[in-house]
């Protein structure tokens, strides 16, 4: 195997054997037929500065000497284009995504695999051998694992399996490409937890709008508004249109007071208006953690006309766990499931196949108590209601037991968020 560590330092020399200077690094592009980046030139360090060299100038590229197959007064240095990265400068040591595993490694080598006459970059080495490698103690490593009867454990991946993430500017790199569209946004909270504060901001602006709103709710909001510090104020806008509007309010509630009233004014008109009312509640309130997104049908609709109802709103709503039915002035009358809906006849009134027995919370009710009633009517969501029992909301399982059950994520977060 033919590792980037073994090539760097070696001498290089023309085809007189005229002696040119040290291999420093080797320059790779990004092709669109294939995955493996493939090598281009090498990186020759010199007294009077580095001189790039083509690979098609490198007559052997796996040698104890390098030699070229030019006279060095002959080879035209190479020019990177907009798709070529430095394998040691931009890759070696630094932080990549390894979408398989969906985590966030360090590169500590990395494995060539020749075809026929060019040079790809096949493997990334994230475990301690590739350091120990670099380190020139690599051999001596295997050896002591040999006697001591311990293989050494595995760290390699293919780079088919990774993204580079965000870097320099002058280094254009593809990031992130299609397999990060691809993972969960609970998998991209995560990678993002393991991220320093900069590489986090990059990252996010490499993300469309939706994703990016999708990852936040993944988070905790005192992260969200970590994450949120460096962006302009009209794409954290954006992100908060695209936001359930229960979890906008909550990212809004960890922002300075005139940001937070900026950046409601940049939002919709409509999505607005509803983090302003749940912003109007405490924040532990039943009225500050509901969910305005919610279906409701009149009573004097049958099962099709309802179902007619559902199809044109459902798109714009977070979750479908039960259909209120509610009067002209909002006040709750009843609730079915979808499953309920089904199973009626198409021309069946809605009024009798309702449950008119609904366990509700008041808007002013505590966290604690929309919880109680989650866990002990084992409800998936709970309707918010006034004094005149018109609905407001609702209060989804999830948010209603984070204060009971904290989310996973206020363990993960790094150091530096705390």
């Known amino acids: ?10 001498p290089v020399a023309d085809v007189d054997g005229e002696a ?8 790779a592009t990004s092709r669109g037929d294939t995955p493996y980046p493939e090598i281009t030139a090498i990186v020759v360090s010199r007294p009077r500065g580095a001189l790039l060299v083509p690979l098609a100038d490198v007559a052997v590229l796996i040698a104890p000497a390098i030699p070229l197959s030019r006279r060095l ?21 630094k932080q990549i995504i390894d979408t398989d595993g969906v985590r966030v490694v360090r590169v500590n080598d990395l ?7 060019h040079f790809y970059v096949a493997n990334v080495d994230i475990g301690g051998l590739g350091l120990l490698r670099r380190l020139g103690m690599g051999r001596l490593a295997r050896t002591i694992a040999g006697r001591v009867g311990r293989g050494l454990p595995p760290g390699v991946i293919s780079w088919e399996d990774v993204e580079l993430l965000p870097g320099d500017q002058l280094v254009r790199l593809k990031v992130p490409g299609a397999k990060i569209a691809e993972l969960y946004a609970a998998d991209l909270a995560e990678i993002i937890s393991h991220l320093s504060p900069s590489e986090s901001s990059k990252f996010l602006e490499s993300l469309d709008l939706k994703t990016v709103a999708d990852t ?18 009209e794409k954290v806008a954006d992100v908060l249109d695209e936001m359930a509007p229960d979890e906008a309010a909550d990212l809004l509630a960890e922002l300075p007071e005139g940001r937070s009233q900026e950046l409601l004014n940049l939002m919709g008109e409509d999505e607005a208006a509803d983090v302003r009312k749940l912003l109007a509640y405490p924040e532990d309130s039943a009225g500050g953690i509901m969910s305005t997104d919610f279906i409701a049908v009149g009573p004097d609709l049958t099962a099709a006309q309802a179902i007619s109802v559902i199809r044109e709103t459902a798109p714009e709503t977070e979750t479908i766990y039960s259909v209120y ?31 008119r027995r609904v366990v509700s919370a008041h808007l002013l009710d505590s966290q604690d108590e929309v919880a109680q009633a989650v866990s002990k009517y084992n409800l998936m969501a709970v309707p918010v209601v006034d004094d005149q029992e018109r609905i407001h909301g609702i209060v989804t399982a999830d948010d209603a037991l984070d204060k009971v ?3 996973a994520w206020k363990k993960r977060l790094p150091r530096w968020y705390h």
């Open 111 to 117: 494995e060539l695999a020749r075809v026929n006459s």
């Open 216 to 233: 936040l709710e993944e988070v905790e909001p005192e992260f969200q508004a970590t994450l949120v510090e460096t962006m302009s104020d």
């Open 1 to 10: 195997m033919n590792y980037i560590s073994s090539l760097t330092g070696k």
């Open 20 to 27: 040119v200077g040290q291999l420093k690094d080797l320059i």
């Open 405 to 407: 059950i904290p989310t």
């Open 325 to 355: 039915v509610i009067d002209s002035e909002g006040r709750l009358l009843g609730v079915f499931s979808l499953r309920d809906l089904v199973l009626a006849k198409p021309d069946t009134p809605v009024v009798e196949f309702m449950h």
């Open 73 to 93: 007064k002959e080879i035209v240095p190479y020019e990177p284009g907009v798709h070529d990265f430095y394998l040691v400068r931009d890759v070696l040591d």
